[in-house]
Nanobody
Framework: QVQLVESGGGLVQAGGSLRLSCAAS????????MGWFRQAPGKEREFVAA????????VYADSVKGRFTISRDSAKNTLYLQMNSLKPEDTAVYFC????????????????WGQGTQVTVSS
């Protein structure tokens, strides 16, 4: 059974940092693209960042480019999201997911999802 479990969320002041982790089990995900998405109250789930499986290429939403960094540790089957210079508008529930087809910026192209971790940035 495939399972993705996010951790590392919390409350932080604007300008602060957090590192999210996504532990994957039930399958080796090193060959799969994986991504981070977020959903704020009353808004649709949106793409944040993704990393390809084969070459580790990364792509980011414009709103987080230069502030967030996605990475993966294939030996640990774990995906990370380092978030720096956090802003109140980054407040959301953050989800990790595995992609089944490109483009890996589209929510519809992901099949397995974690339960999410709350990130709250105070001003």
């Amino acid at each position: 059974q495939v399972q993705l479990v996010e951790s590392g969320g919390g409350l932080v002041q604007a300008g602060g940092s957090l590192r999210l982790s996504c532990a994957a089990s039930g399958r080796t995900f090193s060959s799969y693209a994986m991504g981070w998405f977020r959903q704020a109250p009353g808004k649709e789930r949106e793409f944040v960042a993704a990393i390809s499986g084969r070459f580790g290429s990364t792509v980011y939403a414009d709103s987080v480019k230069g502030r967030f960094t996605i990475s993966r540790d294939s030996a640990k089957n774990t995906l990370y999201l380092q978030m720096n210079s956090l802003k109140p508008e980054d407040t959301a529930v953050y989800f990790c997911a595995t992609a089944v087809r490109p483009p890996i910026t589209a929510t519809m192209n992901y099949n397995y999802w974690g339960q999410g971790t709350q990130v709250t940035v105070s001003s």
